[in-house]
């Protein structure tokens, strides 16, 4: 059934009897006008500003902003939405950092696509809770059909499911979850008390800090993840994570998962999978891969093969609001073995008694850490079907060629030193003098970085390698150029230069300024 669209002069806002003003701002039959009106407003300004922006960031410190935002009482609304809007010009929409342009090139934050915010738009206003069929109904189907098409493009198998989470962070936790609880299957609660404390995970040097932040969160002990250090490529070395099994075992500390990284945040390396899937096999250890960043590849036209041996995971991290251009937030855990979901389960009588279980009613809170949930999968649902997965996978593949051009031409810079050439969209790069020492050198690329910020003109990400300081460009926008990328480069020598001029007496120094 088709239901008929209604112009704004033919469905006037009609109060109900006894309606009150505050009832007014609900989302109603009675009010739909008013809720068109409000978004159109709320999207104009953030067109308007978009439209306008000069560089990703204004510069606006801290401590400018905060007293504003400290001086709005709350307890004293506007009462009028282009009153609220104008107040929101000044303490967000002026200042926000906007990743559609094309000189940010700071973090895993990527530009967006309208058929995702399109999807935004709906699933707010429906506001489904993806907890329960009865609260979501088609919302369910439609999660469970990405999580089985992500599964299929990851190689899963049939018996494979998932669940979608808040992010990358979340997934990692679940999936850790999972496997601290196969490790412990079998045993009883004393057994459990022993051998909590003696669990090891072993992960990437490289890896992402959420392993360690799960192992906490998962009762384990302090040293429980064992950090396997990189070879000169970025990457976690397979004969490293077999010597480290081995000797964890003759320690008698039993290894309940070992996580590799498809993509790490820092340099954008891919471990090498199938080899390290082979030693997980071979030893009888849950592999989970951390994908947030590369699962791109899942469904990039030419650069598929990098994923090879993610097939053979047992858990599998993807961050759709990364590499799939996706709003915050769209990600998902998705397992091998849908079995292994129990583990998440609990059964509430008000909510999700065991008896449907038996009816075979589809409640997603049985697989998922939360329990009122948004309907994100719905941003990705109506990208898969206005563009197609090809489509998102050749906007991946622009991001990354782009940061292939982008590291030859910092490689090209006598003015900098560039490291691991990424397989994804990260350049770890900085600015190099010739003459002052490293913390010198330190110092410089850290101002550099804040005064590029400060200037509004383009925003890097700064790390520490070997316990130095550098820059680094996550190119995650198809619309970043080599010309973007140089006039960034010039803008940081520019003030590296300026700050090592403030700092070294000008007879010290033997390298040009910018």
Known sequence: MTLPVHTAEATPTRPRPGATPARAHLLSDDTVEQYRRAVAAGTDRVARRIAAATGPFTGVRPDELAPQVEAIDLDRPLGDTTAALDELEDVYLRDAVWFHHPRYLAHLNCPVVIPALLGEAVLSAVNSSMDTWDQSAGGTLIERRLIEWTADRIGLGPAADGVFTSGGTQSNLHALLLAREEALAAATPADRRILLPQLRIIASAAGHFSVQKAAKLLGLAPDAVVVVETGPDRRMRPGAVRHEIARCRRAGLPVMAVVATAGTTDFGTIDPLDEIAEVCATAGVWLHVDAAYGCGLLVSPTRRHLLDGIERADSVTVDYHKSFFQPVSSSALVVRDRRTLRHATWHADYLNPARTVAQRIPNQVDKSLQTTRRFDALKLWLTLRVMGPDAVGELFDEVCDRAAQAWELVAADPRFEVLTRSQLSTVVFRWRPS????????????????????????????????????????????????????????????????????????????CPVG
């Open 435 to 510: 003459g002052p020492g490293p913390d010198l050198t330190d110092a410089a690329n850290l101002r550099a970085r804040e005064a590029l910020a400060a200037s509004g003109l383009g925003v890097v990400a700064g790390t520490k390698v070997d316990g130095r300081q550098y820059l680094k460009f996550t190119v995650l926008n198809p619309a970043t150029t080599v010309a973007d990328v140089a006039y960034v480069l010039d803008l940081i020598a520019e003030h590296a230069g300026r700050y090592l001029h403030e700092h070294v007496p000008a007879a010290d120094l033997t």
